[in-house]
């Protein structure tokens, strides 16, 4: 038995949204008489932090503290359609859809605080602490709460906004195939050090080192943790997770946990991870998200790593200990890749 | 079939339920005495989601007769609290971010005190032991593995200073 080490190094570009028949997403905002704004989505957090994020983009555009804000979600009978949490589309979406609604109501407090004020709505800024002052002259100032009431007490207004982002659908050249599916990409680069042992051919993966560019990290982290869960993930579907071991045919598939294989807590892989942060000019505060992109460059880096320390080219999802021992047999023997400058 | 009286005590307080005769725990919690905090996951005690305490040892609620723990102490997520005091294990779990979809987490904290309980320096192996019956999707376990062995730390550091 010998283990050969390997290493395997994987570059992504990872496309923000889908491309099914036009794309969108909606937010509703207003405001209650005491000040606090409502977000109201139908977009579900499945755990990565949409609530959050756009807790944070709908403070940021109101101007109001994150305190005064409310996300209500995941409800199709009370919020506005949203196509979805895939396709990494959320953050971005979403949150274009929550600034657009938020940047309304805005609109509508200032206004309110500007018959309260009797000043030019122009004149006005928020100072995000709950506080709209005339520009330059701080002490001419009223509380977003007490605009907020006299909208809605006083003046007959609602402070309420609609929002919505829709990238349309993009037609295919039927000459060239050529499409506009997405708005922007996200990029990830991943290196994986693993060991195989060439008599059970088994994988142990040893160390990850990834750089993900995510646009701004609105939330750092919850970015961290989405990137540490996704590419452990993705290591588990590279070398473990399958429902169809013979697909495509069914046969022997797992149908429960007991036959279900995953790594547990102790196959926790160290994973350094440097999140580069670029805004794209169409996202909200230049925030793309990881989504998908955050198991997506494990998969590629492992066959990689595993063909250097062994020489066999799974292309096969899961990397099994089967293939890679079929391939050993097949070569003869394994046959360590090596690296550039090593001998 | 008739119901059997069961009581037990659930968090401190002493509970009387009729159940049916193989009748699982993780239901009797759930739908007859309104505690949700244990989950239903895989229902055949591989996923550890209903995991809770029963006279001190953690147990799969899903995988426990109900009729068998008249007279025991069980204990779920909904106790570990003081009213709105949350427990520290619950805190150092927010603060490492070690819940994501958070289906996993009633089960974690159940595994987590149980390990705590009974050993108040735990090493990263004894952590990884202890929570192996539970599984998350999210997390890739490394959150909620430095959340526990925060806990740990900060516990064993108040006591030198005190």
Redesign the interface.
């Known amino acids: 038995m010998t283990m050969h080490s390997g290493r395997g190094f994987a570059a992504i570009n990872y496309p923000i949204g889908m491309n099914l028949g036009g794309d969108p997403s909606q937010a509703l905002v207003h405001s209650n008489p005491d000040g606090k704004f409502m977000v109201t989505l139908s977009s579900i957090d499945?755990?990565?932090?949409m609530k959050s994020v756009t807790r944070q983009i709908a403070a940021e555009a109101l101007g109001i503290p994150v305190e005064d804000v409310y996300v209500d979600t995941a409800d199709s009978d009370t919020g506005p359609h949203c196509m979805g949490s895939f396709a990494s589309r959320g953050t971005h979406r979403v949150g274009n859809a929550v600034i657009a609604a938020a940047t309304e109501a805005r609109g509508v407090m200032l206004d309110a605080a500007a018959e309260e004020l009797e000043v030019n709505p122009e004149d006005l800024e928020t100072d995000g602490r709950g506080n709209i002052h005339v520009k330059g002259a701080p002490s001419r100032s009223i509380t977003s709460a007490e605009a907020c009431g006299a909208a809605q007490f006083k003046q007959g207004k609602t402070v309420s906004g609609r929002g919505i982002f829709l990238i349309p659908t993009s037609d295919v050249n039927p000459e060239t195939g050529e499409m506009t599916p997405v708005s922007c990409f996200a990029h990830a680069a991943l290196v994986v050090d693993i060991e195989v042992d060439d008599e059970t051919g088994e994988v142990l993966v040893k160390d990850m080192q990834s750089a993900y560019e995510v646009g701004r990290a609105l939330n750092p982290?919850?970015v961290?943790?989405?990137l540490?869960?996704?590419?452990?993930?993705g290591m588990s579907h590279a070398l473990y997770e399958t429902t169809e071991p013979h697909y495509p045919e069914r046969d022997n598939g797992p149908v429960?946990?007991?036959e279900y294989l995953?790594p547990?807590?102790?196959n926790?892989v160290p994973?350094h991870i440097s999140v580069l942060e670029r805004p794209a000019p169409d996202a909200p505060f230049g925030g793309k998200g990881p989504g998908e992109m955050c198991a997506n460059p494990v998969l590629p880096a492992m066959a990689n790593a595993v063909y250097n320390a062994v020489g066999v080219r799974v292309d096969e999802l899961p990397i099994t200990p089967e293939k890679i021992l079929r391939g050993i047999k097949a070569n003869g023997g394994a046959r360590p890749q090596g690296r550039p400058g090593q001998h | 079939m008739s119901k059997v009286p069961v009581q037990l005590t659930l968090n401190g307080s002493d509970r009387s339920v009729f159940v049916d005769p193989g009748q699982n725990l993780l239901d009797v919690l759930r739908r007859s005495l309104g505690d949700l905090t244990p989950k239903y996951g895989c229902g055949q005690g591989t996923c550890g989601c209903c995991t809770v305490m029963i006279d001190g040892e953690t147990r799969l609620s899903c995988l426990t007769l109900a009729e068998s723990v008249d007279g025991c102490s069980v204990e779920t997520v909904a106790g570990i609290g003081e009213g709105a005091q949350l427990h520290e294990l619950q805190t150092a779990f927010m603060e490492h971010f070690a819940a994501q979809c958070g289906f996993c987490t009633t089960g974690m904290l159940m595994s987590a005190k149980h390990l705590l309980d009974n050993n108040p320096s735990p090493t990263r192996d004894d952590v990884v032991e202890a929570i192996s019956g539970n599984i998350c999707r999210c997390t890739g376990y490394e959150p909620i593995i430095n959340a526990i062995l925060d806990v740990a730390a900060r516990r064993g550091s108040g006591r030198h200073t005190s």
């Open positions: 499945l755990g990565q932090g982290k919850l961290e943790q989405q540490i869960g996704g590419a452990w993930m429960d946990f007991n995953m547990g807590p102790g926790v994973h």
